[in-house]
């Protein structure tokens, strides 16, 4: 609240502006919403990451597949009608078909927004490690392009527009941030993750 009340007395913000919270859904409680809608945040992204509990379990998540629904229904009752997930594909271990019910499962709660994105892993990062040591193996490049464009056509079926490579959005719900950046507009940064 402090934060938002600072950029308020220091910047014209429109009074629609876009306010998003990131947030894990492990986190989040009613009353915490609840505040975050007063403070004036408008929009909410959880890492959802995957519906399936065995593969959020892989990847070292706090959260089930059920506290992630739970997550989404206690923000709709706190008053957000603009919440985005955030899904990851190409995990290790994961089919084809397993990757389709966590687009399935993000599409039956019908968020306004969603990012998919192929899981990175990065040298140095402890996955790589867990991955050599427990024998996981990420899919075949084309079942990755498999998931990428079968999860799009689903996601186009079910009323979202893919306005990113990454991103797709019900109409006019499109992420401003996401928006900006792709049309190279201007944006100012704060604190130490800002860049």
């Known amino acids: 609240q402090s ?5 308020r007395r220091s910047f014209h913000l429109s009074p ?10 492990e986190t989040v409680t009613r009353d915490r919403l609840r505040a975050f809608r007063d403070a004036g945040i408008n929009r909410l992204s959880f890492g959802v990451q995957s519906f399936r509990d065995e593969e959020l379990q892989r990847l070292s998540r706090l959260h089930s597949s059920a506290r992630a629904r739970d997550a989404f229904e206690m923000a709709r009752n706190a008053g957000f009608d603009n919440i985005s997930l955030d899904l990851m594909m190409w995990l290790p271990q994961q089919s084809v078909a397993q990757w ?6 993000l599409i ?3 968020p306004e927004h969603a990012s998919l994105y ?3 892993i990065y040298p140095n990062a402890p996955l790589k490690d867990t991955m050599a040591r427990s024998r996981w193996s ?3 490049d084309d079942d990755a392009a498999e998931m990428y464009l079968g999860a799009m056509s689903r996601l186009d079926d079910a009323g979202y ?9 019900k109409p006019g719900l499109e992420s401003r941030h996401n928006l900006k950046y ?3 507009g201007e944006w100012l940064g704060f604190g130490c993750g800002a860049h």
Do not use: K
Not at 3 to 7: D, N
Not at 17 to 23: C, H
Not at 100 to 105: E, H, L, M, R
């Open 138 to 140: 990420l899919a075949p």
């Open 100 to 105: 389709f019910s966590s687009v399935d499962a």
């Open 182 to 184: 792709w049309s190279d």
């Open 108 to 110: 039956a709660l019908g």
């Open 3 to 7: 934060i938002i009340g600072a950029c």
């Open 161 to 169: 527009t893919q306005y990113e490579i990454s991103n797709v959005s």
């Open 16 to 25: 629609v502006a876009e306010i998003t919270l990131e947030a894990n859904p």
């Open 118 to 120: 192929l899981l990175e």
